[in-house]
């Protein structure tokens, strides 16, 4: 499903399924970490949820983690002990809110709860269970964006984390269904690690206790190409840029990415030996 806008031009979450499981089958475990962290999923989805992140990747793993740690903080360090909630909470609540809340329907809710009553044709029958469907899926949306906004109003998690983590492309690559990592040491010191999506063509280079360039130098990436042709610059880091993520697009045709130290400015090739290589084949 595709995002969209609300009436002032903000975009709005993706549109849930009906059932925790099919959100989970489509990969949006880290999207339910609010309504997760506060307590807003039944007993079931809680366990589906948990079964799931523990055979999650790593790195979709870390980052439900993170947003759950940061969402029971914020909570935690809004209210003190015994003290009551703001009086204008609800207000607060509703009016950060990307889209209007559905309207409560004590004759709609009564038929999502219950079961469909007796259909005098199959094909009534059949509307009848679309538009529990389509009732239930909408209270979900609704319950999603009323948990994720309570958090921003309460500190600043939520909504305006939640849509630029869905907007960022290197989040797009380390979250994905199919990224893995690779962790390659560095010669000089520290290491490189680069967390690879084929399904975004794109990779993410993150360096940790890596020492900055000599003076005079800088360190220049690299795809090495599968056919053998001259490898592409994909451009440089120096001493600031170290400690800042690297996003790298076009790897289909890589083998390889490469590291190497050369002078500012950076060269049309590749100055050997490389200070780092991490393979890019599955």
């Known amino acids: 499903m595709t995002d969209m806008n609300d009436s ?3 975009q709005l979450p993706r549109a849930f399924a009906a059932d925790i499981s099919t959100d989970l089958a489509a990969g949006r475990a880290v999207e339910l970490a609010e309504i997760y962290a506060l307590d807003a999923v039944s007993d079931a989805e809680r366990e589906a ?28 360090l809004s209210f003190a002990a015994e003290e009551e909630p703001p009086a204008d909470l609800f207000a607060r ?22 079961e469909p009553a007796p259909a005098a044709d199959e094909l009534s029958a059949a509307r009848q269970r679309r538009e529990v469907r389509r009732r239930t899926s909408g209270l979900r949306n609704w ?31 380390i979250e994905a269904q199919d990224a893995r990592q690779a962790t390659v040491d560095v010669n000089g010191g520290g290491t490189a690690t680069v967390s690879i999506s084929q ?26 190409p599968k056919d053998g042709s001259t490898p592409v610059s994909q451009g440089l880091m120096d001493a600031e840029a170290l400690s800042k993520p690297a996003l790298v697009k076009g790897i289909g045709s890589a083998a390889s990415l490469g590291i190497t130290v050369e002078p500012v400015g950076g060269s049309a090739t590749p100055t050997l030996p490389t200070v780092a290589a991490a393979p890019l084949n599955t």
């Open 93 to 114: 609540i509703v009016a950060q809110l990307p889209a209007a809340a559905p309207a409560a329907e004590p004759a709609a809710a009564h038929a999502a709860a219950a």
């Open 199 to 224: 399904s975004h063509d794109a990779l993410v280079v993150r360096m940790k206790d890596v020492p900055p360039p000599p003076a005079g130098k800088v360190y220049q990436m690299w795809l090495i």
């Open 49 to 76: 949820i948990d079964a799931y992140i523990s055979g999650a990747p790593e790195a979709e793993r870390e980052s439900f983690n993170d947003r759950v740690r940061q969402a029971r903080e914020t909570l935690a």
């Open 8 to 10: 002032r031009g903000r």
């Open 143 to 173: 319950l999603i964006g009323v948990a994720a906004a309570a958090v921003i109003a309460l500190g600043g998690v939520g909504v305006g984390a939640y849509l630029a983590n869905q907007n960022d492309p290197f989040n797009q690559v």
